[in-house]
């Protein structure tokens, strides 16, 4: 399996960016796709999970209501629309895949993982 993101950029705060993440390989149903992003000294954070066969999303509180997570499923792609963005948002962004289904907030559990791509939103 490989992850390729983009979308990344520089956005004032209040704006908007979407990132995008193509899964390339062999899925299953039961697969789970996470973002998470990393600030400069900050421990990665989760960002928002999915299943991969569609269902269930799951939000940090910090970016509930702010950012959206969709699915493409004839293109395999996963998109994270982030609206009303704020410069605490500024991080390294990682698409992951194949995470536990009941632990989907751990990036431990995920075992592939894009290469990030930096988002920054000036105040």
């Known amino acids: 399996v490989q992850l390729q993101a983009c979308g990344g950029g520089l956005v004032q705060a209040g704006g908007s960016l979407r990132l995008s993440c193509a899964v390339s390989g062999r899925t299953f149903r039961s697969d789970v796709m996470g973002w998470f992003r990393q600030a400069p000294g900050k421990e990665r954070e989760f960002v928002v999970a999915?299943?991969?066969?569609?269902?269930?999303?799951y939000y940090a509180d910090s970016v509930k209501g702010r950012f959206t997570i969709s699915r493409d499923s004839a293109k395999n792609t996963v998109y994270l629309q982030m609206n009303t963005l704020k410069p605490e948002d500024t991080a390294v962004y990682y698409c992951a895949f194949r995470g536990d289904k009941s632990y989907y907030y751990r990036y431990e559990t995920y075992g592939y993982w894009g290469q990030g791509t930096l988002v920054t939103v000036s105040s």
């Open positions: 999915i299943g991969w066969s569609g269902g269930r999303e």
